[in-house]
């Protein structure tokens, strides 16, 4: 089993939006899927995804609406926004623009010591 | 609702969670275990997603409100020790600040009242004076940077007619100052400008209390005539009680307007005279003061090449209005701030410290909380809450208190503050003690508030204790610090009170009464009849049976009132301007002025009875104007000019006399002119008389009780002539006294302040100590049972508290140190710094302490060493 780690900061917001952008979903699918991406690799408290999504809803990112699940129980599933898209989209872009560069830089690195 | 939605999302989580564990084997009571463990903290979560609402906030300090009044209620002496506390400290500050604001912050009651300025004029040795007649109305005819000028002159009536003979206090005012002031009158009109020229129609303006007190608000007013010393003046208009003439000082309200340019006295035909007039102008729109300034100088220049000999050597000054009425105060009641803010600090450190104490026994509550997942700026706020709770209570109370302590200031200021009619709570000071009771809320509230949230579960309760003694006693000492400056303040205060009543006055008040006499328009018709009325008068008080002699001035020394003129002394070199001769008081007098007032004779003699019209003038000068005018030379037998060569009026000098504190016990040796030379008042020009007729003053030296004879003496002098009328009278101690009042009421307010804040300083020592010694039982308990003395405890903690204030008293003597400086201009014959008062100070300061320590020790050291012991 590979080690665990901490989340960076501000991923999780990614993470959430990302996971959401697939389509409506409740907090508890949010979870799963997140660690099944994941591959248990983050570690993350699941109750601390929820102060996420209220915030995330409030900044008007989300919406969401309370529907059945398939257990039959009444769920309240979250969707993504046009603002919350466009975020989604911006914020991907960056993080792709700082995984290259610390990638750089960490090859650089290993390739100086060599 | 928003909580139940929330509620029903986490509960779907963890059911699912619990869900497909037990689909993986699990029993329902481990699954749900395993479900709320990866879950994390519920109520913690639920906390920090109400938390991201910006809605929520207000719901939640609704909540805090409502649990800081309950947590209030359940703790009711400590919230009434606070409140109480408080309230004394923001009302104080509330009451000085709306003196403050009245008197120096709000605009003058005037329409567009920073355009208002005031004009006068200044000599090298009479650096402000009133402007002569005739200069201001040349000022008013050259000015451009004023709309309009307007004059006024202070004036006693005699008003005779439908009823009793009364004296009231008026203005003598030109027809522009009315509407330079835009005033409009309640009822009629105000003068019209031929009205204010010599030969108009008498006509007359009176005050509202007037018009209510003796004419029943009667609307015929207008057109009847009223009697005025003798004059019928016809009655034209009311002027509001809203409105006031620019005073600085309130004594004297003014119930009476007649023209200024109406009176032909010589003094206001002449340039050399300066009777007492105070020119206000309006700047026109855009205008400032400095350029008034600007433009005066040049006006001045030209008038002193047109008229050398009365305005070579003439300054103009021109001043904002409001500055010119509140100048004197402005640093005073800046003192004054600054000492009651002192005293709120002190409150402040003082209710802190009752947190604080109250801070241990709701350390269970707290921590309780933070396990149980409230967020730590949520404790954080909830504390501040509560003290902005207490705050707010406090400020109301403090409001209450503040609104009766301006009446009192207000009632105990005449002739201390200006502007007193103005003083009471307005929008401003509301907020003042709005803005006043938060920040206290958060001064006091943020230290207890910050110690709660560092603490959990992990933090043991004796660490905290241990820490929140620590600020406590910085608390302690910081009151202590605080207290100092203001003791010492008050200290010097009483000391200069002291000294000031031993210095000598240069006369005896005891025993003198003094009252202001008006002569019948019968007696003050001629010059003779003048002459004749006072000798006759004084015949009339020195029989009565009780009184010992009896003799009249035209103004009193130390009554705020003196007239001054310049001289010449014969035989020296001729000045070519009214600037270039020295002045001297000038004191109009009968001849039995000198042994009334038991003022020594050094050499020559005094005024006598043979110094009438009939003989050449002479003058009898002071030991100042001997030193200073004829340092080398016997002065007796030269001859003084007043007023100056060709115009003036020759005297003789005949003898020396010691020199009287004409200024007050105080102000003497600052005053600029302090010669004094005294004339007899029948030798003296008709202007002179007149105003002795008007209202001279009578003083009489009585065997004993002197306000006892008061009533006699007004009917002495009334029976004769029932057209004469007496008024204010006061005994002379009495007059000395009020030179003082000032600064005894600047003592009061320094006292007051000084007392509240030894009494909190020794409220929060003992609060710490009887605290500590409650902490400490056990202790005691132990080292009693291993024999310690009753007397060593006693001292270990006595010594604790005197080390707590010996710490507050050496930062308090440095802090007065570079304080008492503010205050050294009130000062008088005690230094700012003067150790014995620093000293006197701190070793007082230091026995309170002391005290406050000395009873909570007392009770620790009588405690039975095996209940102290049981009692962990």
Not at chain 1, 55 to 82: C, H, I, P, Q, V
Not at chain 2, 45 to 56: A, F, H, I, N, S
Not at chain 2, 146 to 151: H, P, R, T, V
Not at chain 2, 594 to 620: E, W
């Amino acid at each position: 089993m590979p080690p665990k780690s901490d989340l960076p900061q501000g991923t999780l917001d990614l993470l959430i939006l990302k996971v959401i952008a697939l389509g409506p979903i409740h907090g508890y699918a949010i979870a799963q899927r997140i660690q099944q991406i994941s591959r248990d690799v983050l570690q993350v408290q699941q109750g601390s995804l929820y102060p996420a999504l209220h915030r995330l809803e409030y900044k008007g990112f989300l919406a969401a609406d309370w529907k059945e699940s398939d257990t039959g129980r009444e769920a309240k599933y979250y969707r993504l926004t046009a603002k919350g898209r466009s975020h989604l989209n911006t914020e991907t872009a960056d993080w792709k623009r700082l995984v290259t560069a610390i990638g750089l830089i960490v090859n650089f690195a290993d390739g100086e010591s060599r | 609702m928003n909580d139940d939605r929330l509620d029903r999302e986490l509960q779907f989580h963890l059911d699912q969670l619990a869900a497909k564990y037990i689909k993986q084997g699990m029993s329902e009571t481990a699954a749900r275990q395993k479900a709320s463990q990866e879950f994390g903290g519920v109520q913690q979560v639920k906390e920090e997603c109400r938390d991201t609402r910006g809605t929520l906030w207000i719901e939640s300090t609704v909540q805090d409100v409502r649990f800081a009044l309950r947590t209030l209620r359940k703790n009711q002496a400590l919230t009434i020790a606070v409140i109480g506390t408080l309230a004394l400290g923001i009302g104080a500050n509330t009451a000085i600040f709306s003196v403050v604001n009245g008197v120096l912050l709000r605009s003058l009651p005037y329409p567009d009242p920073d355009r208002l300025i005031i004009v006068n004029e200044g000599t090298k040795d009479l650096p402000l004076m009133s402007a002569a007649y005739l200069n201001y109305l040349d000022w008013r005819k050259l000015t451009r940077t004023c709309e309009d000028l307007g004059a006024m002159r202070y004036s006693a009536f005699t008003l005779t007619g439908s009823g009793n003979t009364e004296r009231r206090w008026g203005r003598l005012a030109s027809a522009s100052l009315f509407s330079t002031l835009r005033v409009n009158p309640m009822l009629g009109r105000t003068f019209r400008p031929e009205e204010d020229a010599p030969g108009g129609k008498p006509v007359v303006l009176i005050s509202e209390s007037l018009w209510t007190k003796r004419f029943s608000r009667d609307n015929s007013i207008l057109g009847r005539t009223i009697t005025l010393n003798g004059t019928a003046y016809t009655v034209v208009g009311v002027l509001p009680s809203s409105f006031q003439f620019p005073n600085h000082w309130v004594d004297l309200p003014d119930d009476i307007a007649v023209p200024l340019g109406q009176d032909t006295d010589a003094v206001m035909q002449d340039r050399n005279f300066h009777p007492g007039i105070t020119v206000i102008g309006r700047l026109k729109p855009g205008q400032t003061a400095q350029a008034a300034g600007a433009e005066f100088l040049q006006i001045g220049q030209a008038l002193a090449q047109e008229y050398p000999k009365s305005n070579r050597g003439h300054s103009i000054l021109i001043a904002a209005l409001k500055d010119a009425l509140v100048s004197q105060v402005r640093s005073r009641l800046y003192v004054l701030m600054g000492a009651v803010a002192f005293v709120l600090l002190i409150a402040c450190a003082n209710v802190a410290n009752l947190m604080l104490a109250r801070s241990t026994s709701r350390q269970p509550e707290i921590a309780m909380r933070i396990a149980l997942g409230a967020g730590r700026f949520r404790i954080v706020r909830q504390m501040l809450t509560e003290s902005v709770v207490l705050a707010f209570a406090g400020g109301m109370a403090g409001l209450l208190l503040a609104s009766v302590g301006t009446t009192i200031l207000v009632k105990s200021a005449p002739g201390v503050l200006p502007r007193l009619q103005e003083i009471g709570v307005d929008g401003r000071v509301l907020a003042f003690s709005v803005t006043t009771s938060l920040l206290t809320g958060l001064l006091f509230g943020l230290a207890p508030a910050i110690r709660y949230s560092r603490s959990d579960l992990r933090t043991s309760v004796r660490q905290i204790i241990s820490g929140s003694h620590r600020l406590r006693d910085l608390l302690v000492i910081g009151e202590v610090a605080l207290a100092l400056p203001l003791l010492v303040a008050g200290a010097l205060m009483i000391r200069t009170i002291w000294k000031l009543q031993d210095v000598n006055p240069g006369f005896d008040p005891h025993n003198v009464v003094a009252m202001q006499v008006s002569l019948s328009p019968a007696a003050a018709s001629t010059v003779a009849s003048i002459r004749r009325a006072y000798p006759e008068l004084l015949a009339r008080l020195a029989s009565l049976p009780s009184v010992d002699s009896a003799a009249a001035i035209l103004n009193l020394p130390m009554d705020n009132n003196d007239s001054s003129a310049p001289i010449w002394i014969e035989g020296r070199p001729r000045p070519r301007s009214q600037s270039d001769m020295p002045w001297a008081l000038m004191y109009p007098t009968t001849s039995n002025y000198l042994s009334v007032m038991k003022i020594p004779l050094i050499r020559g003699r005094f005024i006598n009875d043979h110094d009438d019209a009939q003989h050449p003038s002479v003058t009898v000068i002071d030991e100042v104007m001997a030193r200073t005018l004829f340092p080398n030379q016997d002065p007796i037998g030269l001859r003084v000019w007043f007023g100056g060569p060709d115009e003036g009026l020759p005297s003789q000098i005949v003898g020396i006399v010691g020199h009287v504190k004409q200024g007050g016990l105080d102000d003497d040796v600052n005053a600029k002119a302090r010669a004094q030379t005294y004339v007899p008042m029948v030798q003296m020009p008709a202007f002179f008389l007149n105003i002795a007729a008007r209202g001279g003053t009578v003083v009489v030296r009585a065997e004993s009780n002197p306000m006892g004879l008061a009533d006699a003496a007004r009917t002495a002098i009334t029976s004769a002539d029932p057209g004469d009328t007496v008024s204010n009278v006061r005994s002379m101690p009495e007059i000395v006294s009020s030179t003082l009042t000032s600064r005894r009421f600047l003592l009061a307010l320094l006292g007051t302040f000084a007392a509240i804040a030894l009494l909190l300083a020794s409220v929060g020592i003992y609060g710490v100590i009887s605290y500590s010694v409650s902490q400490r039982t056990r202790e005691i308990g132990i080292r009693m049972a291993l024999g310690a003395k009753r007397g060593d405890i006693l001292k270990s903690i006595v010594g604790q508290g005197a080390t707590l204030a010996m710490a507050g008293i050496a930062l308090g003597i440095v802090a007065s140190f570079f304080l008492t400086r503010f205050i050294s201009s009130l000062l008088f014959g005690v230094g700012s710094t003067d150790p014995i008062t620093f000293s006197g100070v701190a070793i007082a300061l230091g026995l309170v302490a002391v005290l406050a320590s000395l009873l909570p020790a007392l009770r620790g050291s009588r405690s039975d060493p095996l209940a102290a012991l049981r009692c962990e």
